[in-house]
């Protein structure tokens, strides 16, 4: 059973980061995964997109085909994406970076403060990681443990400690937005 | 006859051209971390390299192919060997070419403009008969064309690119554990034909990340060229001993080898006024290659229709593989007669393995990135059989899965 | 002590490979002549030293030595050199080249060569021209020069080699011409010694190519030229300012001898930092 996930943002926030930590949390789970990544020229700005499939069995096509967790950091990536997550996945956008309603075309929509919270934090750049935080406690697409160990090898050992209070806060969020919803996920 | 020159530091670990044992597989493995690495496929080929024992590359930043080299800077010190960033894509083969004749497994890494570039000393390498390994990220062309772009367009060029008569060897990877063991595979055949061999990655494979398990040494063979056996005023480094593969003298171990791009004969001397010298010559370097295609070539074939009459056939190769693999569990489902045969050996091309779909297949379908190159390879070996349909597709995107289900289908 | 001439051909020369290809008169037998000289003068391991040229006249020498030899593509000898000499610095890496080979599609490498610093021993004999092909204008053909691609006389100004070497951070930097052949003997001897990126010109008689367009078509001709037209470095420094200013002889001697670390000993202590057990 093959999970598509697609990030979409602007150069610079971390998206590609947060796609391979990802895939190495599903390694560790003993799944397949594949990250794929598209970005401009530009290190900061411009459109970034980064992908992750995992699976139980082997994967074959590398790419996202039809989304089942969307998650968009920046207006235009939304706009581009928004219509090509399956209708009983899931969207969550950034809830000051992206200016959305609930399309109803799919089975969850939410929006959350991943931007909001790496600011409280005190640095914008862990955006990424409260999302990861968040992601994993709404999708359950990945262990919570292989995940905290995947970015704990993947960020510089002075802002570990950041880093892991970003997933923490993300990953509180997102219970809170499944425990409103009145949904709880196995 | 002694050097009255400062040697050089006899007890230092920079050793290229030390013979490459277990100990050293072991070594690399216990740098290269744990077991299972969730890496690119640029990474890959590093570490396939390092693996296979080399322990020179000379290189040129080029994207998307600059990974490779990046990671071998970090990583060849450690193990006694050395990456050198040189002028250009020109100096780079001139470098391993080098190299390679000192006793040193060589590399190098780079994309389209770069690979064009090289093109002249490659010929070199084939008429010197000089294993060495060139991979190729092949990024969408011609031109500047798309740089962080994956494309298929230097299939032809890896075979053609040079002036002249001459074979090599090109491999696609179709996934990123292929990219370690494709390259482990490349040196090999290169050390068993003296011939340089081209890996034929893509922008699309270097850059994604797939997991990969990193082989213990009972897992791989690692071979390394023939050494002469016979006594140095006897030897002669083009002599064919039947096999057309010439055995290779390394520099500085006596043999006084000369070796030029001119026609030569056996002595290794100019021949250029030589008809007959230059027909054997240029007819050994290419059979060298065509009479073991057998040994050479690899291809995978999912015929589950083979003992059946008709079927509809698929050609792919490389990433456009990964779409057909998708493509083709859909078609089957739907009840379709579908047999796919992937292409892992570019060049020497697989006639022979088409040609036999060819005889059962109503169709051929052959889906790449480009404009049209295996095509023309397929349309020769099915020599009008069955009827080819190619789905070519440029600009950095992968075919769908649906893409492709339309093309067999008819529909598309 | 002089070896004899016999001595040095026995003992270095392909014996199969003779007689060569130059033309009567030609300087690069005696560029071969000073090489062979220099390398047994210096006790160089023959077993361990590969010879390695590009394309050209001068680019044929290493056929003719019964040695390990590298006969590679135009322009492009210094890299191959590079890449040997890298895999395996215990061996002595000498090239020859031609003004063409080195300084025309072969600039690039030329000169990060000589910034890099690999240990090697470049002879470089100038001619003047593209020899081989039959003439042509080179990137060190004088102002005036006819070559049948210049064939109205060169309108460009031509390269200094030493001066580009120099300028590329070179350590080991002559210019003879065979006219000396003693002194571009003991310069190749130094050059081939000393641990470092050596580059050593020679200003070589082309009578058949260039010097019979160009007023200098007997070997005689061409020595005295030579001789007329250089002048030594040290008699050089000697002049005043303004005899300097107005002196158009070319000034040939060694011009350039410091010490710079040397790459393949860099790379060395580079390794057995990392090195991983």
């Given at each position: 059973m093959r999970t598509e996930i697609r990030f979409v943002a602007f150069g610079g926030q971390g998206i590609v980061l947060a796609g391979v930590i990802l895939g190495e949390a599903a390694i560790a789970d003993g799944k397949n995964a594949v990250q794929t990544q598209s970005y401009g020229p530009e290190s900061r700005g411009g459109a970034a997109k980064s992908e992750v499939i995992i699976s139980e069995e082997g994967i074959d096509y590398p790419m996202v085909m039809e989304a089942d967790c969307l998650v968009a950091l920046s207006q235009p990536g939304y706009d581009r994406f928004v219509t090509e997550v399956k209708p009983g996945g899931i969207i969550l956008v950034d809830e000051d970076l992206v200016d959305a309603d609930d399309p109803h075309t799919v089975s969850a929509f939410y929006r959350l403060p991943f931007a909001k919270t790496a600011d409280k934090l005190g640095n914008r750049i862990v955006t990424n990681v409260v999302v990861l935080g968040s992601v994993c406690s709404i999708t359950e697409v990945v262990g919570k443990e292989n995940l905290v160990k995947a970015i704990e090898t993947n960020v510089p050992e002075k802002f570990l400690g950041l880093n892991l209070k970003a997933f923490t806060e993300g990953y509180k969020i997102g219970r809170q937005v499944l425990e409103q919803e009145g949904q709880g996920r196995k | 006859m002694k050097r009255q020159k400062a040697s050089p530091e006899a007890e230092s670990k920079y050793k290229p051209a030390k013979p490459f044992t277990c100990e050293d597989f072991n070594r690399v493995r216990r740098i290269l971390g744990e077991r299972v690495v969730f890496i690119q496929g640029d990474a890959a080929v590093s570490y396939g390299a390092l693996l296979a024992g080399c322990r020179f590359f000379a290189g040129y930043p080029i994207t998307p192919a600059t990974e490779t080299g990046e990671i071998l800077s970090r990583l060849l010190p450690k193990v006694g060997g050395i990456c050198i960033q040189m002028e250009d894509e020109i100096a780079s083969v001139g470098a391993i070419i080098g190299a390679s004749r000192a006793g040193a497994k060589s590399m190098t890494a780079t994309s389209g403009p770069g690979f064009s570039l090289m093109q002249e000393n490659i010929g070199y390498a084939a008429m010197t008969e000089t294993p060495c390994v060139i991979v190729d990220v092949q990024r969408s062309g011609p031109s500047t064309g798309q740089p962080t772009e994956g494309a298929q367009g230097d299939i032809m060029q890896a075979k053609w690119g040079s002036h002249g008569d001459y074979e090599l060897i090109a491999l696609s990877p179709t996934t990123v554990q292929e990219c370690l063991d494709l390259t482990i595979e490349a040196f090999n055949l290169a050390e068993t034909y003296s011939v340089p061999v081209i890996l034929l990655t893509d922008g699309i494979i270097g850059h994604m990340r797939e997991k990969v398990v990193l082989p213990e040494f009972k897992d791989v063979e690692i071979i390394w060229r023939k050494e002469p056996t016979r006594p140095k005023e006897e030897f002669q480094p083009f002599f064919d001993d039947g096999t057309k593969i010439p055995e290779m003298a390394i520099f500085?171990?006596?043999?006084h080898t000369y070796i030029t791009g001119l026609t030569h004969a056996e002595s290794g001397y100019p021949a250029t006024d030589s008809q007959p010298d230059h027909h054997r010559l240029v007819r050994r370097l290419c059979d060298k290659i065509r009479t073991n295609r057998e040994r050479i070539i690899r291809v995978e074939r999912d015929f589950p229709n083979a003992h059946t009459d008709r079927t509809t056939g698929i050609i792919s190769y490389g990433v456009t593989s990964r779409s057909v693999y998708n493509a083709v569990k859909t078609l089957r489902r739907e009840g379709m007669k579908i047999d796919h045969l992937r292409i892992?050996?570019?060049?020497?091309?697989?006639e022979k393995e088409v040609a036999e779909l060819s005889r059962r297949a109503d169709r051929i379908v052959v889906p790449e990135l480009n404009l049209g190159q295996v095509y023309h390879c397929v349309r020769e070996a099915v020599a009008g059989r069955c009827d080819i349909v190619p789905l070519w597709k440029t600009g950095g995107e992968m075919h769908t899965p649906s893409e492709i289900v339309q093309a067999v289908k008819g529909t598309g | 002590m002089f070896r004899k001439a016999q001595h040095i051909r026995e003992k270095y020369l392909e014996q199969n490979m003779w007689p060569s290809i130059f033309c009567q008169a030609c300087g690069i037998g005696t560029v071969l002549s000073c090489a062979l000289r220099a390398i047994d003068k210096a006790r160089l391991d023959i077993d361990k030293t590969v010879f390695v040229s590009g394309i050209g006249c001068s680019s044929r020498l290493p056929g003719y030595i019964d040695a390990d030899g590298l006969h590679t593509t135009h322009g492009r000898a210094i890299t191959f050199a590079t890449g040997i000499k890298l895999a395996n610095p215990e061996l002595d890496v000498i090239v020859f080249t031609g003004d063409g080979d080195l300084a025309g599609i072969g600039g690039n490498h030329f000169i990060h060569a000589a910034r890099r610093n690999v240990d090697m021993t470049v002879i470089c004999v100038n001619n003047y021209n593209y020899g081989m092909t039959g003439a042509q204008l080179s990137p060190t053909t004088p102002v005036g020069g006819i070559a049948t691609t210049s064939p109205y006389g060169n309108i460009e100004s031509p390269f200094d080699l030493t001066a580009l070497a120099i300028g590329a951070g070179a350590p080991y930097v002559a210019k003879w011409t065979t006219v000396y052949p003693h002194e571009t003997m003991l310069a190749m001897k130094k050059g081939i010694e000393k641990r470092s990126f050596a580059f050593i010109e020679v200003l070589t008689p082309c009578p058949i190519g260039y010097g019979r367009r160009n007023k200098l078509k007997h070997g005689k001709d061409y020595l005295l030229w030579f001789k007329k037209n250089t002048i030594g470095k040290s008699r050089y420094e000697k002049l005043t300012e303004e005899e300097k200013r107005s002196c158009e002889k070319i000034v040939i001697g060694e011009l350039r001898n410091v010490e710079e670390p040397e790459f393949t000993a860099e790379w060395s202590k580079l390794v057995d930092e990392h090195f991983v057990e």
């Open positions: - | 500085g171990t006596g043999y892992i050996t570019n060049w020497p091309f697989p | -």
